[in-house]
C-alpha cells in the first residue's frame, strides 16, 4: 500500500507529533507492509512566510505523488496547521483518495471554542470529509463525537518502544530524582511546579529536579536562581534518545502538572521505566493514570494539591515501590508500540 505521510519535518521539529512520526516511519515491522512517502509541512520555531513557503513546497509534493497513492495519512494540530490540512482532504477526495486524519492537539477544543460558527461548521465537513479520524483517547473521543457525529472517529491511543531491563523503583537511594520531561510552558504546569519546589525542598532537602524538555533556557536558569533552587535544580534542555534512557533509569517522580493534553508520549516513556507519575486528569491521562494506583492526579493548577501529593509520596516508600510497579505493568499491558502498530495495519486495510 502506498501512503502519503504528511506532518511536520521530522529532522528539524521536536514536537509530540514528530515522536509519533519517527516511530513509523523507522518501523521495519510497518516497511514489510506499507510503503510510506513522507511529505513535511514545517519546522519549529520558523517565521510565518518561511512556514508558508513550507507549506506550499509541500502542496506541491502532494499533488504530484496523490495519482499513485492509496492513502493519505495526514497528522495534524491546530491554527493554519488544521486548515492547510482539510485542503489536502478535500483535494484527496477529488482524486478519490481515502484520507486518515491523524488528531494531535492537546488544545484543539480551545481552538475550535474560539471560532466563529461558520469555521466551525467547516471544521466539522473536514472530520466529515476524511475517511476516518485517529484520536488518542476516550475523553477525546466523547468531545469530538459530541462535535461531529457523522465523521469516522478511530480511538487508538499513543503507544511506546518498551525499554529492555528496567525494573520497578524503590526509594533504596538517599537521593530522589524528579523528572520534569516537557516543553517549558505555562500549558504544561511548569511555572506551578516551579512555584512550590522552595517548600517541597523544605521537606525533602534530598530531591533533585532533572528539567528536560524545549523552551526559554536562560529564563528558566534566572527563574532558578532567583528561588534559590541552584544545587536541587537541574537544566537540560532538550535531551536525544539516550540522554532520556540515562535519565528515566535514575529518575523516580515524573511531574507533569499540565493544563491540556493529548496523550503525553513523556507520560508513557516514564511509566515503562517504573516512574511514578504526578499528573493532572486532562486530555487521555486518566485513561493511564489511576489516582493512587499506578500515579497521583491533582487538579491543573493546584498548587497546594500538588505539593501535598508530591510530599505525600515521597514519605510513603512502601506505597511508592507498589505504585512504581503497576506503573510499569499498566504501559505494558496497553501501550506497547508493537500492538499499536499491528492496529494501525488493520484500520490501514479498513480503509482500502
Known sequence: MQILFIGE????????????????????????????????????????????????????????????ADLVHIHHAIGMNFWLTGGMVYIARLFGKKTLLHNHAADFHLFYEGCPDWQQRFMINIFAAADANIILSTSWQ?????????????????????????????????????????????RKGFYNLMNIMPALLAQYPQCQLYIAGQGDLDAVRTLIADKGLLNNVVVLGYINNDQKDSLL????????????????????????YGLVPITTPVGGIPDVVTNGENGLLVAPGDEPALLQSIAGLLGSASHYQQMSANAKKRVGQDFDLRKYKQRLVVLYDSLK
Not at 23 to 29: A, G, I, P, T, Y
Not at 250 to 270: D, I, R, T, W, Y
Request: aromatic share 10%; proline share 6%; with cysteine.
Open 9 to 68: 519535518n521530522i529532522h528539524t521539529s521536536k514536537s509530540g507529533i514528530v515522536t509519533v512520526m519517527k516511530q513509523l516511519l523507522e518501523s521495519d515491522f510497518l516497511k514489510q507492509e506499507v510503503r510510506y512517502h513522507p511529505i513535511y509541512t514545517t519546522s519549529d520555531n520558523l517565521p510565518a512566510a518561511k512556514k508558508l513557503q513550507c507549506w506550499l513546497m509541500a502542496y506541491i509534493r502532494f499533488l504530484s505523488l496523490l495519482p499513485t
Open 142 to 186: 466523547a468531545w469530538y463525537r459530541s462535535v461531529a457525529p457523522r465523521a469516522n472517529w478511530v480511538l487508538l491511543p499513543n503507544a511506546i518502544q518498551l525499554p529492555e531491563a528496567a525494573d520497578s523503583k524503590s526509594f533504596a537511594d538517599e537521593q530522589i530524582t524528579l523528572v520534569y520531561l516537557a516543553r517549558i510552558e505555562e
Open 249 to 272: 533509569r535514575k529518575g523516580h517522580v515524573l511531574v507533569l502538572p499540565s493544563f491540556n493534553e493529548g496523550l503525553p508520549m513523556s507520560l508513557l516513556e516514564a511509566m515503562a
